[in-house]
């Protein structure tokens, strides 16, 4: 099955910029998802389809995904980013869903 | 506004059962598959089973098969996990999604979750 490998744990100071990573097998021939979870709550959708942000996601998170590498940019980075950080691919020969393991941010 | 909001989560011992529901709203239920995905505690998120949107096909993770049912009422708004012969490892905060399907799919909206335990 298909294996998406991110960092555990990433530090940034505040108004620095942050790169979440997530490694999978030719995974720039696939759409990617992001997802933001802050303690306590719900995932929340930041970026789809490898690049493109939902409506009320500002404009620092971005994406990008090409060869066997995925990753989410978060510019000028703030204390409320501080959460974990998962990607997502879709599996269309199962149709499911394939989450990787997950990426702490801390804003130092 | 779009709205999930699951209920039916407790603490059941192993081998017990346990329905789980979503209600939905703000959005028109019977045109969107739906999923749900768990998180054990202090873990990643892990999709646990998903279902067409006139409820006739559903897919489930490997480890849940034959063991839970997802279903959809769609005159109710609403999307179901019936959970049976549950597992400590089975303990977690399950979600429900909307799926957002153009090509690949993805989950849009999530509900809050409910907290399913399973200890003896």
């Known amino acids: 099955s298909y294996v998406l490998t991110q960092p555990p744990s990433v530090s940034v100071a505040p108004g620095q910029t942050a790169r979440i990573t997530c490694g999978g097998n030719?995974?720039?021939?696939?759409?990617v998802q992001w997802y933001q979870q802050k303690p306590g709550q719900a995932p929340v959708l930041v970026v789809y389809?490898?690049?493109d942000r939902p409506s009320g996601i500002p404009e620092r998170f971005s994406g990008s995904n090409s060869g066997n590498t995925a990753t989410l940019t978060i510019s000028r980075v703030e204390a409320g980013d501080e959460a974990d950080y998962y990607c997502?691919?879709?599996?269309?020969?199962?149709?499911?869903?394939?989450f990787g393991g997950g990426t702490k941010l801390t804003v130092l | 506004e779009v709205l999930l909001v699951e209920s039916g989560g407790g603490l059941v011992q192993p081998g017990g059962s346990l329905r789980l529901s979503c209600a939905a709203s703000?959005?028109?239920?019977?045109?969107?598959?739906m999923t749900w995905v768990r998180q054990a505690p202090g873990k990643g998120l892990e999709w646990v089973a998903s279902i067409k949107q006139d409820g006739s096909v559903q897919y489930y993770v490997d480890s849940v098969k034959g063991r839970f049912t997802i279903s959809r009422d769609n005159a109710k708004n609403s999307l179901y996990l019936q959970m049976n012969s549950l597992r400590d490892e089975d303990t977690a905060v399950y979600y429900c999604a909307r799926d957002k399907c153009v090509g690949d799919c993805y989950l849009d909206y999530w509900g809050q979750g409910t907290l399913a335990t399973v200890s003896s």
């Open positions: 997502q691919v879709w599996d269309s020969r199962t149709d499911h869903f394939i």
């Open positions: 030719n995974i720039g021939r696939k759409s």
């Open positions: 389809d490898d690049s």
């Open positions: 703000g959005f028109t239920f019977s045109s969107y598959r």
